[in-house]
């Protein structure tokens, strides 16, 4: 029961505190009336059941997939590689942490000139930011296989193809959930900077769109929209994990 | 075929390898690359049906001789005949155990146990006859009803009962095991030594059991032998034939016992002397 009601109480707080802070706003600028929780669901309503939001929202989360998909399609074979090579990783583990640790949205200039203006240049900018904690945790996943399962594999004779369809992915596909899952909320934070920049739908572009259009409120709804899609995007990536490992 | 035999110092060594065995091994030597020899001039016969416990301390290369044997690894010299032919890549009638149960998580009970049997290198089986094996192997152990349940929501107990099912359902001639037990607590470790006798009677298998448990030795095998030295060398055998169940023979299991820690003890003096005189030339 207190599993339920704690969480509930966390967000009612966080509610409070968000209809005392507009309050006090509004008493310095009036405007900021807009800025209040009923205003905002108000407006979230009117949102989610018009036509005018969702392009965006569809926008968005095919952005989300295609970065992911890349971060993937690249992540994974340079973490096995890298799992599975120790000079491969000595190379290359000191350039990983450097280009990790710089803000993909740095690259957004970059990403412009070279790409172009449209989805590819917010395409690289996910991936580039996706694609770390996947490698990382495919690497790990590689370093950690249980011995045993490559000896059983040995055992049966198992040719090259069985020991890495059969043992060795399904083995760190744990690890690699574990990586998408970060992923995804690192994907999430980037995406709406990246679609504030150079293209004219998602979210990101939403939310400034309302600014200039001084609808406050509608920009309190998308944020709460943000939130709950991430929320949304993972808890799917957790039940995949958990699923998978059937806890 | 056959490699060079260093003569027989020791037990077994320098006469060939015995065809009616199930396994059969002469001249065994295994070094790591550039390392000095983890055993050498090994000779092992195991007889069909026969449980034998190869016991020694840590680090003696009791795992190592299992792994050559299994042919894992490939012995630095020496031959090993299974079923009478020249070993040259794992058996498939050849099942391991682990002292970890080393279950696949991704995988339930049945599929685990069911685990290789599909692999290209092993016999062709029919889709029902590899589940016939599964649910065979499964209710051997007692696991019947568990087919369709997790390795993460196992027991420890349960998990290697299900890694003992696996080994079965290969139809194995020679069961390999790795200090299989010593990861449980003393209850479930002592039904566990019950059961492997128990299949391995009713499977009509032969069972290497390395261990480094006196008592665990005692009441499995039918026979033992101590590995110890550096390179490892096999030192002593019994041929232990107390009546089953073992636990109603306390006076021919305890000599047997003391038998085996004097030997442990002549062998620790032995290796004590050969540092000294190492030492002072």
Redesign the interface.
């Known amino acids: 029961m207190l599993r339920l009601i704690l969480p509930l109480a966390g967000l009612a707080a966080a509610l409070l505190l968000w209809a005392a802070g507009a309050a006090w706003l509004t008493q310095r600028m009036p405007v900021a009336a807009d800025f209040a929780p009923l205003p905002s669901a108000d407006a979230l309503w009117q949102l989610v059941g018009g036509g005018d939001l969702w392009p965006h929202v569809w926008l968005s989360l095919k952005r989300v997939l295609v970065g992911l998909a890349l971060a993937i399609a690249i992540g994974v074979p340079l973490g096995v590689l890298t799992g599975l090579s120790k000079r491969f990783a000595q190379g290359t583990t000191p350039l990983f942490q450097f280009l990790r640790m710089v803000s993909p949205l740095s690259w957004m200039p970059l990403a412009v000139m070279v790409l172009g203006v449209g989805d590819a240049p917010v395409y690289f900018l996910l991936a580039f930011a996706a694609v770390w904690p996947i490698l990382l945790n495919t690497a790990s996943g590689v370093a950690q296989l ?1 011995p ?2 490559l ?9 090259r193809r ?1 020991t890495v369809f ?2 060795v992915l ?2 760190i ?2 690890h690699i959930l574990t990586g998408v899952r970060l992923a995804i909320g690192i994907i999430w934070i980037v995406l709406v900077p990246a679609e504030m920049l150079g293209v004219s739908a998602g979210l990101g572009y939403f939310i400034l769109d309302t600014r200039d259009r001084l609808a406050y409120s509608e920009l309190m709804a998308a944020i709460l929209l943000v939130g709950a899609l991430g929320y949304a995007l993972d808890y799917l990536a957790r039940t995949a994990h958990a699923r ?4 | 075929m056959n490699a060079p035999l260093e003569g027989g110092r020791l037990y077994g060594a320098g006469q060939p390898a015995v065809e009616g065995h199930a396994l059969s091994a002469r001249g065994l030597a295994y070094a790591y690359a550039g390392a000095a020899s983890v055993f050498a001039d090994v000779a092992i016969d195991i007889r069909h049906r026969e449980i034998v416990c190869l016991l020694g301390g840590s680090g003696c290369g009791k795992s190592s001789l299992l ?1 050559v044997l ?1 042919r ?1 690894e490939a012995p630095t010299a020496g031959e090993i005949r299974f079923l009478g032919e020249v070993l040259t ?2 058996h ?1 009638r ?3 155990v ?1 002292q ?1 149960a ?1 279950l ?3 995988l ?1 009970a049945a599929g685990n146990v069911g ?2 049997l599909d ?4 016999p062709a089986l029919s889709r029902s006859e590899r589940a016939e094996r599964v649910g065979h192997a499964l209710s051997a152990v007692g696991l019947a009803g568990h087919a369709h349940r ?1 390795p ?2 196992l027991s420890g107990g349960m998990a290697q009962r299900v890694a003992l099912a696996r080994a079965l359902a290969r139809q194995p001639q020679l069961l390999f095991a790795d200090e299989p037990f010593s990861a449980l607590d003393a209850i479930t470790r002592a039904e566990m030594q019950d059961l492997l006798v128990e299949l391995v009677h009713r499977w009509h298998t032969a069972a290497l059991l390395v261990t480094h448990d006196i008592d665990e030795a005692i009441l499995v095998a039918d026979r033992i032998l101590l590995m110890g030295g550096a390179p490892g060398r096999i030192v002593r055998e019994w041929a232990v034939d107390i009546e089953r169940p073992r636990e109603a023979q306390p006076v021919a299991v305890t000599a047997l016992r003391l038998d085996i820690l004097n030997a442990l003890h002549a062998l620790r003096a032995h290796s004590y002397e050969h540092h000294q005189t190492e030492g002072k030339t």
Do not use: I, K
Not at chain 1, 151 to 159: E, G, K, P, Q, V
Not at chain 1, 244 to 247: A, F, G, N
Not at chain 2, 119 to 122: G, K, R, S, V, Y
């Open positions: 249980d045993n399962w000896l059983l594999a040995r055992s049966l004779s198992a040719t069985e059969r043992v399904p083995g596909t744990e998978w490992l059937h806890r | 792994r299994a894992l890549a794992p498939p050849a099942a391991l682990f970890q080393s696949l998580p991704w339930d685990f290789g692999f290209d290198h092993q997790y993460a929501q």
